[in-house]
């Protein structure tokens, strides 16, 4: 079911794209172990541990899980620092995930990138060689 709302307010569900219930539990698991791992690290964040890296940019939970949906398995993510728990979204394990070690081959997920933007022109990298070898490829970047 679509939740779109139209002008007056109302609940319109004839709109948008009909998901069926095993992509809509899909997103919806994705986004429980994206806001679980993010629920963690706020936890490592308060602690006696000092002062952790920030990995999940609170809030974003939902974008995350929506784009990973809406990309294909061959198609690439490239996440910044805040917004690696992506993978969880592709199968990683947690584990990978806090260590920084996501295997990328197997999920599509470059590892995140630690300077603004870096993982722009990553993405824009695999794009353009996708281009360039006639590949229907969709690079996603955050």
Known sequence: MTLAKSYGGDLDVSTGPQLSDEVVLGIFSSLVRIEA?????RAREHSDEGHVRQTLARGEEAALAGAAAAARSED???PSHVDSAVALARGAKMSDVAARSVPWKSIKVAPPGWHNGAQMTHAAGFAWAAKMRRDELVAISF
């Open 37 to 41: 791992f993010s629920a963690a690290e």
């Open 76 to 78: 690439a993510l490239f």
